[in-house]
């Protein structure tokens, strides 16, 4: 979902004059599994017995608008955990989150439409400077905004230079969020994918903020990805 090394294109993209990317559109069956994803993503998470550990530093407060980070194989709950611990505190009109603009990236973005959330199509191969600019729209209308940093294509817990572009346009401080779970199924995908099974221990954790500052050079921010990348880890239990 952020910006990641160019690969080739398994889909073709459709253009329009001037080479401008459209993407692909969720098909009628990708809104059908989404919503059956949606359904039995918030089925599990009822069960799940939930808790939150707070490294913010701020008892709990997070800023009234922010950029919200999650490895991508912890997609299953994302949205259940920002809901649950986030959203609450948040003074947001809503959430923007960064989805891949390929056919596969469909799915993805009929999901959170079904959580009432905004997708924003693009990676660095396919509509990057578009996203760039789309999630900086949103970000002034008042909404947060959510990036798998390591996504879509990886590598696995490696964050990718585009969060740290997007904190310095926008200004929004990032907030590093993962979780353990003490049962889950760990798929065989780039990324150990984890499917979290019904009634297991839930902790969400979150990392102190990370503020990017607007005349941060190139310098500057590698040091901050480096950062960010070691506040994501330390907060990874695998």
């Known amino acids: 979902m952020t910006p990641s090394p160019p690969a080739p294109q398994e889909h073709p993209q459709r253009r329009r004059r001037g080479g401008v990317v459209i993407p692909h559109k969720p098909t009628p069956l990708q809104r059908f599994l989404a919503r059956l994803i949606h359904v039995a993503a918030r089925t599990v998470a009822r069960t799940l017995r939930k808790s939150l550990v707070d490294q913010t530093g701020t008892?709990?407060?997070?800023?009234p608008q922010a950029i919200y980070v999650m490895w991508h194989n912890r997609l299953a709950l994302c949205l259940e955990a920002y809901f649950t611990y986030a959203r609450p505190h948040s003074a947001s009109r809503g959430l923007a989150a960064l989805v891949s603009a390929s056919r596969d990236g469909g799915l993805l973005a009929a999901v959170l439409e079904c959580y009432g959330v905004q997708p924003v199509r693009g990676s660095?191969?396919?509509r990057g400077p578009q996203a760039?600019?789309?999630?900086?729209?949103?970000?002034q209308r008042g909404y947060d905004l959510a990036i798998t940093p390591d996504g879509p294509r990886g590598p696995r817990y490696v964050v990718q230079e585009g969060v740290?572009?997007?904190?310095?346009?926008t200004g929004l401080p990032i907030i590093p969020a993962s979780y353990r779970l003490s049962h889950c199924i760990r798929l065989r995908s780039w990324d150990a994918f984890l499917v979290p099974i019904p009634f297991a221990r839930w902790e969400v954790i979150l990392a102190p903020p990370l503020q990017v500052p607007r005349d941060a050079s190139e310098t500057d921010r590698e040091q901050l990805r480096r950062e960010l990348e070691k506040r994501l880890r330390e907060i990874t239990p695998d």
């Open 59 to 63: 008892g709990g407060r997070v800023p």
């Open 124 to 126: 660095s191969s396919r």
């Open 132 to 139: 760039l600019l789309e999630l900086t729209t949103w970000a």
């Open 164 to 169: 740290i572009a997007l904190a310095q346009v």
